[in-house]
């Protein structure tokens, strides 16, 4: 089977009007298991697991979490078990687990969950050697799986890019920042970075990009933006307008969005774009950073939204 094509043009009328050749990189398409920024962003943490001997894997995360479908994929692909400390109350006895869930299951996973006052502790030393000694030794990712050594696995998508076309911007979604700051450490200096925010009140997540470049290259960039204005009301929450935008991009381009991230992420571009925030002859690529693995989980609390 041929390789997919990672990178299309996006023939989008506000972008030819305003002179700005918009790119898509399918980084959804890069692996059939384990696709898109997850899978970077666990290249080197795998690699340091395995190097340090651990043979299991411990995470965190929500109930439709991405990171927890990729981390449980990663240890069935790469020979780990994994456990999954999820947020919110176990499910009652007989309760069918939701699609996000059953799949981690499938893939091997061992899920405890966690009410929310303990959940929050996630960070703290003394929790996680709590963790430890309830559930054995392994090797704990964060949630959402950025720390230090996410990022150079998330840089090295700036190349495979720049392989192929010569750019302007990178937009990417932000949950974390550790996507962002990734890519920020693989730019020559004259390129941008683009975040668009997908959840509420992100202003902090400015002062997390930099912290994290910072501790990866000892320094901080200057070269990036955080969108703040595309979040349709917060993280993961229902909105019309941005399923009506995500049904219209897959008939017109072929390309299915998430709700959670991709789809903030090109309505928020879009709208840049018409605003005149790249300027004429400028190349953007968008990157779609995988998340379709949310879609089943989100029918199953809201029904088929996109038909």
Partial sequence: MPAPQLLQLLDEPIAAARGVRLMLWRDDLAHPD?????ARKLKYNLAAARQQGHRTLLTFGGAYSNHIAAVAAAGRLFGFE????????????GTALNPTLAQAVANGMKLHYLDRSAY???AEPEFLAEMLARFGPAY?????????????GCAELVAE??????FDALAVA????????????????????????ALKNGGFLRQEVDALTLAATGQAFSNYAIQTDYHFGGYARYSTDL????????????????PIYTGKLLFGVLDLIARGHF????????????????WAGWEARFGPVLS
Avoid: Y
């Avoid at 994994?82 to 006895?93: F, H, M, S, V, Y």
């Avoid at 704990?140 to 150079?152: D, H, I």
């Avoid at 004429?280 to 949310?294: D, K, L, M």
């Fill in 34 to 38: 384990l696709p898109g920024n997850k």
């Fill in 82 to 93: 994994t456990i999954g400390l999820i947020r919110g109350d176990e499910p009652a006895p």
């Fill in 120 to 122: 929050r502790r996630r």
């Fill in 140 to 152: 704990v990712l964060p949630e959402g799986g950025t720390n230090a050594l996410a990022l150079p």
């Fill in 161 to 166: 890019i720049r392989q192929q076309v010569a």
């Fill in 174 to 197: 932000v949950g974390t920042g550790g996507t962002l700051a990734g890519l920020l450490t693989g730019l020559a200096g004259a390129e941008q970075v683009v975040g668009v925010a």
């Fill in 243 to 258: 399923l009506a935008f995500i049904a219209q991009f897959q008939r017109q381009h072929g390309v299915l969005l998430d």
């Fill in 279 to 294: 300027a004429p002859g400028r190349t953007v690529v968008a990157i779609h950073t995988g998340g379709q693995q949310a």
